[in-house]
């Protein structure tokens, strides 16, 4: 063997990987076993964390054939090699009460906590994610701005997107309809959703106390059209995987009262049960086309834990 080369085995037994003086600043992995990106990279690295692993990822410091990936759940199929360029690891800290998954030239993409309001209103000036990534970018330059493409209530967390021009906010909400492909959500409500999927729609309205209501009477407010899954449910609480047609003010919130189950912790629109004391809301999905380049690009985050645990034997 090279004197410049090391290899050993990790501690999964899964694959081998090498460094040379020239590149010891990566990790080469060779992929032995099929597998999705994340899961193969936990088992590589058992000290780090996923949260770790999804900074490299969003920094672009993870390469499957030459090829920068950026999506946790990537399929790998044997014979491949997985780099890891550790030195272009940045020192920035997260900024608190949300984290930045993915970043490039023109949008950021962060995972927002519960409790923390997207963007000021009227009433409320408190610190918001709008606020905190604002803070956060000009550290880099003063002159940096965000601007806001699309909203989650305060008591929702998730993925949240934000342009970094004001020509790409243009960009992408004169086309939000055509560029964004999925927006999924995971809910938990109260009690045993009979009907394992179905469809609800409605025209949505809001009252003088600022409530969004349904009208079933066509045209009668704002279309609104939720598609939604059963994916775990007990006699207590169901685990619904919601997709969004249309994306209106508290549509999904309204639509789960609708059908007699309203979203857990919110009392707003009827829920009695607060189990978790947060929102039963999370978005957990968000796909579009690049504003500039034209590709889909893809973040999907992890259920909750405290939303599984309600679900637990």
């Not at 000036?125 to 604002?134: V, W």
């Not at 549509?251 to 857990?264: A, F, L, W, Y």
């Not at 504003?291 to 690009?297: D, H, L, N, Q, S």
Request: proline share 3%; charged share 30%.
């Amino acid at each position: 063997m090279d004197k410049g080369v090391t290899s050993m085995h990790t501690p999964s037994g899964k694959a081998k990987f090498s460094m040379n003086k020239e590149k010891r600043k990566c990790t080469y992995i060779e992929v032995t076993t099929p597998s999705e990106l994340m899961k193969f990279l936990t088992e590589e690295f058992p000290a780090k964390s996923r949260k770790d692993i999804k900074s490299l990822l969003a920094h672009r410091q993870i390469s499957v054939d030459n090829e920068v990936i950026t999506q946790f759940n990537h399929p790998l199929i044997k014979g491949q090699q997985v780099v890891v360029n550790w030195a272009k690891v940045l020192i920035e800290e997260q900024p608190q009460g949300l984290n930045i998954v993915l970043e490039d030239d023109y949008i950021i993409i962060i995972e927002k906590q519960a409790g923390l309001l997207s963007i000021a209103t009227d009433t409320e000036r408190e610190q918001t994610a709008y606020s905190i990534l604002s803070e956060h970018v000009k550290k880099r330059d003063p002159k940096n701005k965000i601007f806001i493409l699309h909203r989650l209530d305060r008591e929702t967390s998730g993925v949240m997107m934000f342009a970094k021009s004001e020509k790409i906010q243009q960009i992408m909400q004169t086309s939000w309809k055509e560029a964004v492909l999925e927006r999924t959500y995971v809910v938990v409500v109260e009690g045993t959703v009979g009907k394992e999927q179905g469809t609800i729609t409605s025209w949505l309205k809001e009252n003088k106390a600022f409530i969004m209501y349904s009208s079933r009477t066509p045209n009668d407010g704002q279309k609104a059209i939720t598609h939604y899954k059963v994916l775990k449910k007990n006699k207590h609480y169901s685990l619904l995987e919601v997709k969004l047609e249309t994306g209106r003010k508290n549509q999904i919130r309204v639509h789960m009262k609708d059908i007699g189950h309203s979203v857990i912790g919110d009392k707003k629109y009827g829920a009695t049960k607060h189990p978790i004391a947060r929102l039963g809301l999370h978005a957990r999905v968000l796909a579009f086309k690049h504003p500039i380049t034209g590709e889909e690009v893809r973040y999907e985050t992890d259920i909750p834990q405290e939303f599984l645990n309600l679900f637990k034997q």
